[in-house]
């Protein structure tokens, strides 16, 4: 839970600030992310907690890959991306 806040907190704070001042760059995009979660009632959390995320939204899960819109895609590479953007969520799922 203190993942997902932390998240939540931080997500609205950058879109907020994208928002106020446009100036500052987006660059959207779709990425796809893997995951190592195995049991679909962890993906889904996965996944919902990706789109409840201010800047991303979670498209598709197709077995171990997520397809999300990125708000800012910072990085095209699946490792890099998926690390960035639901690595603090997975290995918190992980432990359940």
Do not use: C
């Amino acid at each position: 839970m203190v993942t997902f806040i932390k998240a939540l907190v931080l997500a609205n704070w950058d879109v907020a600030k994208r928002v106020i001042d446009p100036k500052l760059p987006i660059n959207p995009g779709i990425v796809a992310i893997k995951t190592n979660l195995k049991e679909d009632y962890k993906k889904l959390m996965l996944a919902n907690s990706i789109t409840l995320t201010p800047g991303t939204i979670t498209m598709d899960v197709r077995d171990d890959t997520l397809f999300i819109h990125w708000i800012d895609v910072t990085t095209k590479d699946t490792e890099e991306a998926s690390e960035e953007i639901a690595g603090d969520f997975e290995r918190t799922l992980s432990a359940l």
